[in-house]
């Protein structure tokens, strides 16, 4: 696949691997190519305008500089459709259930996030530790102050990457240092709207935290600033824990279900995207497959905090599938990588007697969630005309990974062994838009 309308900067060599579709509908046969010995080739402007097998590597090309990775995997970086900024100290923070989490650990932790100076300092290892893993772009929350986001969009747009993010709202059953009111939520949220959303690889979500911690009022101003908006994303947390569950039904007694308030105030559609979604009802993941939802799975933190077990089944049914991404929740979630995501997200299947191939898992942490997204015209794969983000990954980073490809037969089992046993041991490289932002 070709694109030689713009000029060529440098090639990169290796093992490519290439989704083409969901290998849950379109079987694993239709889903994915892959190119032993290819090749990428990308542009001054940072995006592929070539891919395929190196021995048909156009002739004006041959003479370019080249990465040669040799038989390591190049395949379209991760997306990261649900993670939290101001929480990458806390990963492995005890806490009895969700609601004890947040109470002596985030909450004070976020707080600190209404000075620019800890902010921007703790923005440029964020997006490190995210290179470092080979993620390039992500759905970001931040924390309830302004000069937050503006510090993750200043750091993300200097290192040209996709990142979408937003300021969260919330008035309620929080410290003070945390809290907002519906009036500065949705005068602040407009204004980062306004400076940020749209420019250069950056996209604005909307962000309430969840039901539990936003007022009637809150959500009203939510729902309005999403339908003012309606190029912006909008993002919060849906049906993680029994306790959370229980909490929303009694402070919106009028409410079928927790999707129910979410959908009172016009919060379901297309762009919208709901974390965990654990114990959803049959009526609730129907109005989501309706609006077009997305529900975002994050296996890491669902096991770390004893939330439930997703199930992906229950949510893809025929009759009313509702749109699935995979994520890490740090610091919910245990683990930046989305390798070790992806382990967590097979196991889950297994216990919940589903099955989920290394295809369908590589598929949701690139094109899936790019799709889901509506970044797909962007990112997810090494389609030309896509910017470069990409992750060099090792098969044989570890001693143990290298004995277990000695067995390995196929592309799959190559997947399939880094997702349970690799990490970010086994990113070799990292590129965003075209430029190498990690190397291992």
Request: charged share 25%.
């Amino acid at each position: 696949m070709t694109n030689t309308d713009q000029q060529a900067d440098k090639i990169l060599r290796g093992a490519t691997v290439n989704f083409k579709a969901n290998p849950r509908v379109a079987g694993q046969e239709n889903s994915v190519s892959y190119e032993a010995k290819g090749a990428v080739v990308i542009s001054t402007s940072g995006n592929i305008i070539w891919q395929g097998a190196f021995a048909n590597l156009p002739i004006e090309f041959k003479d370019l500089p080249c990465d040669d990775y040799d038989d390591k995997l190049i395949l379209p970086g991760f997306i990261d459709p649900h993670i939290h900024f101001p929480q990458n100290r806390i990963l492995a923070a005890p806490g009895k259930d969700l609601l004890d989490w947040l109470n002596r650990f985030t909450f004070p932790e976020e707080a600190r996030y209404c000075s620019e100076e800890y902010a921007a300092k703790a923005a440029e290892f964020f997006i490190d530790r995210l290179f470092a893993n080979g993620t390039t772009s992500s759905l970001a929350f931040c924390s309830v102050h302004k000069t937050c986001a503006d510090t993750l969009f200043a750091a993300a747009e200097k290192r040209g990457m996709a990142m979408i993010t937003g300021k969260t709202m919330m008035d309620r059953l929080a410290p003070d240092n945390v809290l907002d009111t519906p009036e500065t939520a949705g005068r602040d949220s407009q204004e980062l709207i306004n400076k940020w959303n749209g420019k250069g690889r950056l996209k604005y979500a909307i962000t309430p935290r969840f039901a539990v911690t936003s007022t009637d009022a809150q959500l009203q101003v939510t729902g309005d600033l999403y339908k003012d908006n309606p190029d912006c994303l909008m993002q919060t947390h849906l049906s993680e824990s029994a306790g959370e569950i229980a909490t929303v039904q009694k402070q919106f007694p009028w409410s079928k279900d927790y999707t129910d308030v979410y959908d009172h105030f016009n919060l379901l559609g297309e762009n919208s995207f709901f974390a965990h979604g654990i114990h959803l009802s049959d009526r609730e993941c129907t109005r989501l497959s309706e609006s077009g939802s997305t529900v975002v799975h994050c296996p890491t933190s669902n096991n770390f905090l004893g939330s439930g077990l997703f199930d992906i089944d229950h949510l893809g049914k025929s009759e009313r599938p509702v749109g699935v991404g995979v994520a890490t929740d740090v610091g919910g979630g245990t683990s930046y990588s989305m390798l070790q995501t992806l382990g967590e997200a097979y196991k889950v299947a297994m216990l919940k007697g589903r099955k989920i191939t290394a295809y369908d898992a590589f598929y949701l942490a690139t094109l899936g969630n790019a799709k889901q997204l509506k970044l797909d015209g962007e990112i997810g794969s090494l389609d030309a005309g896509k910017f470069a983000d990409i992750v060099v990954l090792d098969p044989k980073s570890t001693p143990v990974l290298a004995s277990r490809q000695e067995v390995s037969e196929n592309l799959e089992d190559v997947l399939f062994s880094l997702m349970i046993l690799g990490d970010d041991r086994a990113v070799s490289a990292t590129y965003v838009a075209g430029e190498r932002v990690y190397q291992g």
